[in-house]
T-cell receptor
């Protein structure tokens, strides 16, 4: 079955630690995205990538980093510089090139909690 | 600045009581408008894409419509399983790779 997987489902981080969230897709989509969702709020864009080895900052990139070495994978690292990282993180992918109409498809999410 | 606003924030209905959710947008040039359903603790599930004013899409008890300034998600005779948060999002010409989301409407259907 084609889809997007995220792991782990739940993640606990101590203050000062870096953690990496995994996102893999087998939809052969070019574009991939990371969003953050806080309770009662919409999705805020952290980073996005339109092609391999290229990515752009979104609206709230500070304290986060990404890589895009393979088309299928777009891991997100939450660094110790992110002061309030407790949130629900969603990965998405979109088919076609940047100027297409294609909708995004989402993974199941990772809930990150800082202890 | 491109903006998407959804109303109401929360809506409680009795089973079978039809209603509409609103998504108003202020964007430089609309390429597409999307509706998603999100259950608690899960990723959003794609419902519809609308491209131009006057367009309508239907799926079971849901119908989405689009004008030049807003979109409505009409829900007819809802059932408790329709309870979820409904998200609206837009894609704009100026930055086609970015999708701008509204904050969502939490819909609760009482049996």
């Amino acid at each position: 079955d084609g889809g997007i997987t995220q792991s782990p489902k739940y993640l606990f981080r101590k203050e000062g630690q870096n953690v990496t969230l995994s996102c893999e897709q087998n939809l052969n989509h070019d574009a991939m995205y990371w969003y953050r969702q806080d309770p009662g709020q919409g999705l805020r864009l952290i980073y996005y990538s339109q092609i391999v080895n290229d990515f752009q900052k979104g609206d709230i990139a500070e304290g986060y980093s990404v890589s895009r070495e393979k088309k299928e994978s777009f891991p997100l690292t939450v660094t110790s510089a992110q002061k309030n990282p407790t949130a629900f993180y969603l990965c998405a992918s979109k088919g076609g090139q940047g100027n297409s109409y294609n909708e995004q498809f989402f993974g199941p999410g990772t809930r990150l909690t800082v202890l | 600045e491109d903006q998407v606003t959804q109303s109401p924030e929360a809506l409680r209905l009795q089973e079978g009581e039809s209603s509409s959710l609103n998504c108003s947008y202020t964007v430089s040039g609309l390429r597409g408008l999307f509706w998603y359903r999100q259950d608690p603790g899960k990723g959003p599930e794609f419902l519809f894409t609308l491209y131009s004013a006057g367009e309508e899409k239907e799926k079971e008890r849901l119908k989405a419509t689009l004008t030049k300034k807003e979109s409505f998600l009409h829900i007819t005779a809802p059932k408790p399983e329709d309870s979820a948060t409904y998200l609206c999002a837009v894609q704009v010409y100026s930055s086609a790779s970015k999708i701008i989301f509204g904050s969502g409407t939490r819909l609760s259907i009482r049996p």
